[in-house]
T-cell receptor, first 115, second 114 residues
Framework: DAGVTQSPTHLIKTRGQQVTLRCSPK?????VSWYQQALGQGPQFIFQ???????QRGNFPDRFSGHQFPNYSSELNVNALLLGDSALYLC??????????????FGAGTRLSVL | AQKITQTQPGMFVQEKEAVTLDCTYD???????LFWYKQPSSGEMIFLIY??????QNATEGRYSLNFQKARKSANLVISASQLGDSAMYFC???????????FGAGTTVTVRA
C-alpha cells in the first residue's frame, strides 16, 4: 500500500518563475492538503482540496493555487516566485470527513529553493 | 484561531530512558483532535498518536503515550525506552472538528545519546 508520494523531491528556481508540485494521496484517501514549512518552523496550512474543489484556504496569497484531479491526485502551483517561498512543501492526504479522528498522512515533501 | 505552543526547542535523552515533550494549546472549540508527528531529517512528517478532546483515557501507541490534561489545555507526548532512531523533530498539532486544517507548534528537537 503506497503512502503519499510527492514529486519532485528537490527543485531550484529563480525569482519570478513559476513552479508546479505534484502529490498522489494514500490509497483510499480522497482529500489532499498542502502545507508550507519554512526552515526551523512548523508547517503552515496553504489549502485543502476535496471533490476537485478548494474547500479551505490558509493565509496565503493568490500566487498559490492548486488543482485536484478525478483520481484525487493534486498539484500546487506557485507563480511569481519570491525568495521567501523557499521552503519544504508538504502534501497530506486524508478522508473527506470532518471527524476529529481524521488523520492526515504526509509525504516526504518537495524542497523548493528560490534563488 | 488556534495556537499551539511547544516551549522546548531541543532536548537530549539517554538511550533507553523516557522523555516528555510539552505541548499546550489555545482554542475556544470544545471538540477537537490533538496529534503528534515525528519529522526525521529526511523531511517526511510521520503520524505518531491521536487524542480526541472527549476521549476519557489517555492515548497510547506502542512506546508513545499522550498525557492529556484538558482543563490545563496540555497534551504532552511521552516516549518511553528511547532509541537512537527516535532522534528527530517532534510536532504537536491540533484540529477542531469543523475545521480542515492542522495547526502546528514550532516543534521540539530530540537527540538520543547512546
Amino acid at each position: 500500500d503506497a503512502g503519499v508520494t510527492q514529486s519532485p523531491t528537490h527543485l531550484i528556481k529563480t525569482r519570478g518563475q513559476q513552479v508546479t508540485l505534484r502529490c498522489s494521496p494514500k490509497s483510499g484517501h480522497d482529500t489532499v492538503s498542502w502545507y508550507q514549512q519554512a526552515l526551523g518552523q512548523g508547517p503552515q496550512f496553504i489549502f485543502q482540496y476535496y471533490e476537485e474543489e478548494e474547500r479551505q484556504r490558509g493565509n496565503f496569497p493568490d500566487r498559490f493555487s492548486g488543482h485536484q484531479f478525478p483520481n484525487y491526485s493534486s498539484e500546487l502551483n506557485v507563480n511569481a516566485l519570491l525568495l521567501g517561498d523557499s521552503a519544504l512543501y508538504l502534501c497530506a492526504s486524508s478522508f473527506g470527513t470532518t471527524l476529529a479522528k481524521n488523520i492526515q498522512y504526509f509525504g516526504a515533501g518537495t524542497r523548493l529553493s528560490v534563488l | 484561531a488556534q495556537k499551539i505552543t511547544q516551549t522546548q526547542p531541543g532536548m537530549f535523552v539517554q538511550e533507553k530512558e523516557a522523555v516528555t515533550l510539552d505541548c499546550t494549546y489555545d482554542t475556544s472549540d470544545q471538540s477537537y483532535g490533538l496529534f503528534w508527528y515525528k519529522q526525521p531529517s529526511s523531511g517526511e512528517m510521520i503520524f505518531l498518536i491521536y487524542q480526541g478532546s472527549y476521549d476519557e483515557q489517555n492515548a497510547t501507541e506502542g512506546r508513545y503515550s499522550l498525557n492529556f490534561q484538558k482543563a490545563r489545555k496540555s497534551a504532552n507526548l511521552v516516549i518511553s525506552a528511547s532509541q537512537l532512531g527516535d532522534s528527530a523533530m517532534y510536532f504537536c498539532a491540533m484540529r477542531p472538528i469543523n475545521d480542515y486544517k492542522l495547526s502546528f507548534g514550532a516543534g521540539t528537537t530530540v537527540t538520543v545519546r547512546a
